[in-house]
């Protein structure tokens, strides 16, 4: 059973850093692609970042371009999102997600929430101004 576990949200003021992990277990996911996606109350869950685990190809989202980073660790199957210069506007829920079987794509062709298989439960953020 594949299951996704996200860690290491928090409240931090504009400015701080935080690191987010994804525990992966159940499977290999050498072939898959991982993203990471935020939603706030009444609000659609966008995407933020993603990379294909088998040849690390990331893609972001404009808004968060050049102050987060996506990467993985393959021998402990974890996915991180470093997350620097932190914004009130990037408070939401962050969630871990996995698409499978993806190979040598590029991560370009997974922002979109519709193509996920797996989903984790969410961490919270919340950035003070």
């Known amino acids: 059973q594949v299951q996704l576990l996200e860690s290491g949200g928090g409240l931090v003021q504009a400015g701080d850093s935080l690191r987010l992990s994804c525990a992966a277990s159940?499977?290999?996911?050498?072939?898959?692609?991982m993203g990471w996606f935020r939603q706030n109350p009444g609000k659609e869950r966008e995407f933020v970042a993603a990379v294909t685990w088998s040849v690390g190809s990331t893609y972001y989202a404009d808004s968060v371009r050049g102050r987060f980073t996506i990467s993985v660790d393959n021998a402990k199957k974890t996915v991180y999102l470093q997350m620097n210069n932190l914004k009130p506007d990037d408070t939401a829920v962050y969630y871990c997600a996995a698409v499978s079987n993806t190979g040598y794509s590029s991560a370009y062709l997974y922002r979109s929430r519709s193509k996920y298989d797996y989903w984790g439960q969410g961490t919270q953020v919340t950035v003070s101004s």
């Open positions: 159940g499977r290999s996911f050498s072939r898959d692609t």
